[in-house]
């Protein structure tokens, strides 16, 4: 059977560019896998949930009323030190998920986010569309970001989010042979837009409040707007948590909700 492929075009951010990106906090979840145990030269799919496998996760199982802040790192850097100073004062750990290229050309930002506590995944080497891999070319770009990571200090085990949201049966499946999760959002803010795209740091601030439920995974940028310079996530990111707190929910990197 062929799988369906789906598409997200909505979840697109600026073309990954040479610049300074974010890597991976404190430690690795308890279901991370141990590198080298695999045919594939990386983590055991055994390791990993069972239940977890198949899927391009929407929210996190079981995580009752918390929230997860994911920030997708492959274009610039702009927005990094807005975001983590933001976190640090309203003392939240979040999720950052990095390409390869990103973690290689700002190994310091790398450094500083890990520095502060925050966790790493996976967003490939180059950010291509996976659906039009073939599963070598999979494993190359996964591998080579994993690498790119680990260099820099970090570990992006064992999760992973699909470039502009591109996946199928066939690459979700080729993911978790790799040992990765697959993470996909509950909400994606469209702040990468920009306000010549039609959003506003309001717009932003509104899509979260009314995108939350229990398990929420929440999809920001790191990068500005190439077009206009705009950095709305960061910009909306203290009301984004006000709010988030005000409506009874706590916040926690994506392996601080699976170990429960």
Do not use: C
């Amino acid at each position: 059977m062929t799988p369906t492929t789906t598409t997200t075009t909505d979840s697109r951010s600026p073309a990954p560019s040479a610049s300074t990106d974010t890597p991976e906090p404190d430690e690795s979840p308890s279901v991370g896998p141990e590198p080298g145990d695999s045919e594939t030269g990386g983590p055991s799919v055994a390791a990993l949930p069972e239940a977890l496998l198949g899927r391009d996760l929407e929210e996190m199982p079981g995580a009752g009323n918390v929230v997860a802040l994911t920030f997708d790192a492959g274009a610039n850097s702009a927005a990094l030190p807005s975001i983590l100073s933001t976190l640090s004062a309203e003392h939240v750990r979040a999720t950052f998920f990095l390409t390869g290229n990103w973690a290689q050309a700002g190994s310091g930002s790398v450094h500083r986010i890990l520095a502060e506590g925050h966790r790493l995944g996976n967003h490939s080497m180059s950010h291509p569309g996976f659906t039009q891999l073939t599963d070598a070319q999979i494993t190359e770009e996964i591998r080579g970001a994993e690498a790119a990571i680990l260099a820099a200090g970090g570990d992006p085990r064992p999760f992973f989010r699909f470039p502009f949201g591109e996946r199928d049966s066939r690459v979700i499946a080729t993911v978790n042979r790799l040992g990765y999760i697959a993470v996909r959002w509950s909400v994606d803010t469209l702040g990468w837009k920009g306000t010549s795209g039609g959003a506003t740091q309001e717009t932003v601030l509104r899509r979260v409040v009314d995108g939350l439920r229990p398990g929420a995974i929440i999809l920001m940028h790191i990068g500005s707007n190439p077009e206009d310079g705009t950095t709305l996530d960061a910009d909306a990111l203290p009301g984004i948590i006000k709010e988030i707190k005000t409506a009874g929910y706590s916040l926690a990197t994506l392996d601080q909700i699976l170990a429960g």
